[in-house]
């Protein structure tokens, strides 16, 4: 057995308001799942099934015993994920998150403080089959010291053989200020393989506010893709930089479009597309997210994935 792709990182239960509205307005709340790191395994899984090109996706995490972390792993299932890597903890709950929206932007509260993904540890990578890329965020590396030493583990000594090694910096201030967070996301993402960065999130975290700034300090990475909101978003690789600007979507809630667009970008990993096609898949998918409230939104055609990855 092999996996094309294998996400790991931590899963909640997330509350939004539907219809979009402020929490203190008392709106009725919609139960589904989000995490950065399994929203990517099922947009793949999704892409995979409508492009009609097969691919093993595997999400592995840690759930508590609990109706939340049964809806986890259902739902995970139900998109073609697969959870045989899944740990239930019997004595640790699932996390469970609210989304907020607001005029200007959509706030997160987070409740996962003791949850069984905080668990997590180095032993979750331990005897694995062939796996062809690896993905992880630093949000796991905030959870926990256990959780920390899982990703750098996973980056640096290379548990996985042969394994490309994706690296999402996903820097959430309610985990951990910038003092902590920067030089610790910094080292993590300069042992990967392909690092994925905000160029918003990277001036908060390194005083880095262009591409080249950025990628004189994730100089380490292989391939470096920074994501500049509705502007662009630019990949270098190779010594060179490839850029494709971001096409313009009616933007409904935009929490979970940059796991949309990391989704989108392996995609053309796994399908060998060239650097500017992967930039555009990825736009393609984050647009799908921006248009939804949710994390996950209806994937785009298979035409449409067909064309920006250049083949008719």
């Not at 996962?112 to 630093?138: D, E, N």
């Not at 820097?171 to 967070?181: D, E, G, N, S």
């Not at 975290?205 to 004189?216: C, F, K, S, Y």
Request: glycine share 12%.
């Amino acid at each position: 057995m092999r996996w094309d792709l294998l996400c790991l990182g931590e899963t909640m239960g997330v509350l939004s308001p539907d219809p979009p509205a402020p929490l203190r307005e008392g709106p009725r709340l919609a139960l589904d799942v989000g995490g950065a790191e399994s929203n990517v395994a099922i947009w793949l899984a999704t892409l995979a099934a409508t492009a009609g090109e097969p691919r093993r996706v595997a999400w592995c995490g840690r759930v508590g015993a609990d109706p939340v972390g049964e809806l986890v792993r259902g739902r995970l299932a139900a998109a073609g994920v697969d959870t045989s890597l899944v740990e239930t903890d019997p004595a640790a709950p699932t996390g469970i998150y609210l989304k907020d929206p607001g005029p200007d932007r959509t706030r997160v509260y987070y409740y996962r403080r003791g949850s069984a993904a905080a668990a997590m540890g180095r032993r979750m990578l331990a005897g694995l089959p062939p796996v062809r890329v690896l993905h992880l965020s630093g949000i796991t590396a905030a959870l926990s010291d256990p959780c920390a030493d899982l990703v750098r583990h996973a980056l640096a000594d290379r548990p996985v053989p042969g394994a490309l090694t994706s690296f999402d910096v996903n820097y959430r201030p309610a985990l951990w200020p910038v003092a902590a967070a920067g030089p610790v996301l910094a080292e993590l993402a300069n042992t990967a393989d392909l690092v994925f960065v905000g160029r918003d999130e990277a001036e908060t975290l390194w005083g880095a506010g262009t591409p080249e700034q950025i990628r004189a300090v994730l100089a380490g990475s292989a391939t470096l893709v920074v994501k500049d909101g509705p502007v662009a978003a630019y990949a270098h690789q190779a010594g060179r930089w490839h850029t494709e600007p971001a096409p313009p979507v009616p933007v409904v809630e935009p929490v979970g479009a940059g796991d949309a667009f990391a989704a989108g970008y392996l995609w053309g990993v796994l399908c060998d597309a060239e650097p500017a096609a992967r930039l555009r898949l990825g736009h393609l998918v984050a647009g799908s997210a921006l248009r939804v409230a949710g994390d996950l939104g209806r994937p785009p055609p298979a035409a449409a994935l067909r064309a920006a990855r250049g083949d008719g």
